[in-house]
């Protein structure tokens, strides 16, 4: 638990939670976007950069399968 003796220094840190809630902290219930993706319209196009990092990271896992197996 931290104390803060002066006020700017609650704000500053409300500042650093709010900051993270918005655009570090995922959230499942929006697609595990964060809320600043999604309010900037951007939650489309980082699902979509996300499906085709998932497909390259299976067909590279094929690819490293097939080379063992042989």
């Known amino acids: 638990m931290e104390y ?6 609650l704000e500053r840190e409300i500042g650093v939670l709010v900051d993270h809630y918005n655009n570090h902290g995922y959230h499942e219930s929006l697609d595990n976007l964060t809320p600043a993706d999604v309010y900037h319209g951007r939650g489309a196009k980082v699902l979509k950069m996300r499906e085709e990092i998932k497909k390259q990271t299976i067909r590279k896992r094929r690819l490293q399968h097939q080379a063992a197996a042989a």
Do not use: E, I, Q
């Open 4 to 9: 803060y003796f002066l006020s700017g220094d």
